[in-house]
C-alpha cells in the first residue's frame, strides 16, 4: 500500500526533483504540497512549486506556508551570511536554486487555506497516521505543532531534510534549512512524533553524477528530462564552490528524502540518537547529535551516510514512470 504523505517544501532545484518524485512514485500517495520561505521568498517558492506541479498534470493541492522564520528575523544580530549559493562560470553567473524554474509560469493557483492551519485540519480529521515530509525550513510544521500539539497523534512520521553531523554548508556548524529557522527545527525534534534526520552527511554521500543525468535523459520523459537539467546545474555550482568526493557530482538533498519514504534502505547508518539544535552565536542551526552510547532521551533517528547507487536507481526507476 502507497505510503500518505504531505510534503513541504522551499523550491529550490532539488525541491523540484523531490516533487516529481513524490508524485510519480507508486509507493507514495502525495496528499499535498505545502511552501515555506527558504531557499527564495514564498512568493517565489510557492510559484516554483506550482509550475512543477502543473508538468507534472498533478491534482495535488498546494498551500501557501510561512513567510519568515519564527522569531529570527527580529533579531537582527542573529541574520548572518548564508552559504553562497552562486558561482561564476565562463563569466556567467550560476545559481543552485535560480529565482523561477525554467517552466512556464503556473497557471493553477495554491489553495486558499494556510499551510499550518491545512496541516491542523487534515491532521485532526485523517483517519490514519500521516507521514510528513519536510525538506524546507521547518516552520509550517512548528506553527501548526503550537497551535495544535495533539495533532502528533496523527502523524506517522517526519521526514526531515536538515541538519548535518560532519557536513555543513551554510556556516562552519550549520545546514540551511535547519540555520534559517532553528527555533521550529528544535521545536519539531522535541514534538514527540519519530523524526528521521536526512543530513548532509547521507545527502552527500549519495550524490548524483553527470553519468547519472545521462541516464535520466536516457529516460525520455518531461520530468526526468527536467531533472537531469536541475542536477546539472548543481553539479556546476558543486564543482565551482563545494566539490563533493565523488567527481563532477551534486547533491541532490530533498529527493534523498522522498526516496527514504519509498525504501528506507536508501539510507545508511541510522542510529537512535539525541539532537538539539543551537539558536545562537557560533553554533547557530547547528544539529548537535549526541552518539553516545548512554545518550538520554533519544528523539530522532539519524542517517550519517546512504546508498548513492540505490537512490540514483530508485530515481531512474520513478522518473520513468508516465504520469
Not at 241 to 255: E, F, N, R, S, T
Not at 269 to 296: P, S
Amino acid at each position: 500500500m502507497a505510503t500518505k504523505i504531505i510534503l513541504d517544501v522551499d523550491t529550490g532545484s532539488d525541491d523540484a526533483v523531490a516533487i516529481m518524485t513524490a508524485a510519480l512514485s507508486p509507493d507514495i500517495d502525495l496528499q499535498a504540497v505545502c511552501t515555506v520561505a527558504g531557499n527564495k521568498c514564498l512568493d517565489m517558492t510557492t510559484e516554483n512549486t506550482l509550475r512543477v506541479v502543473e508538468l507534472l498534470g498533478s491534482k495535488v493541492p498546494v498551500y501557501r506556508g510561512c513567510a519568515e522564520p519564527l522569531v529570527k528575523f527580529l533579531c537582527g544580530d542573529r541574520i548572518v551570511p548564508k552559504q553562497t549559493t552562486r558561482a561564476m562560470v565562463d563569466g556567467k553567473e550560476v545559481q543552485m536554486h535560480a529565482d523561477y524554474l525554467d517552466l512556464p509560469p503556473a497557471a493553477i493557483r495554491e489553495e486558499a487555506l494556510p499551510a499550518p492551519s491545512f496541516y491542523v485540519d487534515f491532521l485532526r480529521k485523517a483517519q490514519e497516521p500521516i507521514t510528513l515530509v519536510a525538506v524546507g525550513p521547518l516552520t509550517n510544521l512548528a506553527v501548526a505543532l503550537l497551535t495544535a500539539p495533539d495533532i502528533v497523534q496523527k502523524i506517522q512520521r517526519i521526514v526531515v531534510m536538515g541538519g548535518g553531523y560532519k557536513v555543513a554548508n551554510c556556516t562552519p556548524a550549520a545546514e540551511f534549512n535547519i540555520w534559517y529557522d532553528p527555533e521550529a527545527a528544535q521545536r519539531v525534534l522535541h514534538c514527540g512524533a519519530e523524526v528521521v534526520m536526512v543530513p548532509l552527511d547521507a545527502t552527500h554521500a549519495a550524490c548524483v553524477t553527470l553519468d547519472d543525468c545521462k541516464r535520466l535523459r536516457a529516460l525520455h520523459t518531461p520530468w526526468a528530462d527536467f531533472a537531469a537539467a536541475l542536477c546539472e546545474q548543481r553539479i556546476t555550482v558543486h564543482n565551482a564552490l563545494q566539490p563533493l568526493a565523488v567527481p563532477d557530482a551534486a547533491a541532490v538533498h530533498d529527493a534523498l528524502a522522498v526516496c527514504a519514504v519509498v525504501d528506507e534502505n536508501v539510507l545508511k547508518d541510522v542510529r537512535h540518537v539525541h539532537c538539539d539544535v543551537g539558536c545562537g552565536d557560533f553554533g547557530e542551526g547547528q544539529t548537535i547529535v549526541d552518539t553516545r552510547y548512554l545518550a538520554q532521551d533519544l528523539n530522532c533517528y539519524f542517517a550519517f551516510d546512504a546508498d548513492r547507487h540505490r537512490f540514483v536507481d530508485l530515481l531512474c526507476d520513478i522518473l520513468a514512470r508516465r504520469a
